[in-house]
């Protein structure tokens, strides 16, 4: 799975080439994934070129999983993304709460040993 984090989107503006390499598609496959969601929106310089921000590539990332790993269509990819940000904070809470038992269970079993 491509996972391309906001620490790791250093300049303030990327082009469609830069970003068709990061997700290994088509540039024309992003042209068309900007006509079909409203929430990548690059800004077009003098000469007509698309610059991405690192918040379009973040949003291209979302598309590209939904669509491309989950196998949704475009309709469904729509509808998922407005649930999108709500299923990966439900997924870091559950790592969370995970990590937590992890550290009871350390703290348990530092204890056992202190009364081996």
Known sequence: MI???RSELTKLY???????????????????WEKEFASIKPK??????????P???????????LVKIEGHTLE??????KTYDERLNERTDEIKDKEE???????IRKKLIALK
């Open 14 to 32: 990327y082009s469609i080439g830069e970003v068709s390499k990061m997700f290994d598609v088509n540039t024309s496959l992003i042209r068309f």
């Open 3 to 5: 996972e391309i984090k």
């Open 76 to 81: 469904g990819a729509k509808k998922a993304l």
């Open 44 to 53: 077009k310089n003098k000469k007509g070129n698309r610059l991405f921000s």
């Open 101 to 107: 038992i992890i550290q009871r269970l350390y703290a």
């Open 55 to 65: 918040e379009s590539i973040l949003e291209i990332q979302k598309i590209y999983h």
